[in-house]
């Protein structure tokens, strides 16, 4: 009913940027919270960036000042600004959005279908 597709990702060299986009479609009333995880081989999803309906934004400490999350409601999409690259910022990285499909419905989780990152050195 709710479809994320990610765009963006691809191989960059260390210190280098990308920019990540998440397009969600479908049954949407209004989307609550937006994010980017990302998962390394052989770790744990992490949460990367978030940002509210209102604005609202949190960065993991890794990733501040360097990654900029932003999103354009009216197309209900969500970026990643992604600037001097790491190669530990190497992983798949996925968008997640709380859905709700109607003014009396609850809130659904969505999730995208991931786009690799790879950093080299």
């Known amino acids: 009913q709710v479809q994320l597709v990610e765009s963006g990702g691809g191989p960059v060299q260390a210190g280098g940027s990308l920019r990540l986009s998440c397009a969600a479609s479908?049954?949407?009333?209004?989307?609550?919270?937006m994010r980017w995880y990302r998962q390394a081989p052989g770790k744990q999803r992490e949460l990367v960036a978030s940002?509210?309906?209102?604005?609202?934004?949190d960065y993991a400490d890794s990733v501040k000042g360097r990654f900029t999350i932003s999103r354009d409601n009216a197309k209900n999409t969500v970026y990643l600004q992604m600037n001097s690259l790491k190669p530990e910022d190497t992983a798949v990285y996925y968008c997640?959005?709380?859905?709700?499909?109607?003014?009396?419905?609850?809130?659904?989780?969505?999730w995208g279908q991931g786009t690799q990152v790879t950093v080299s050195s």
């Open positions: 940002i509210t309906s209102g604005g609202s934004i």
């Open positions: 479908g049954r949407i009333f209004s989307i609550n919270a």
């Open positions: 997640y959005a709380a859905v709700m499909m109607s003014r009396w419905d609850r809130q659904y989780d969505y």
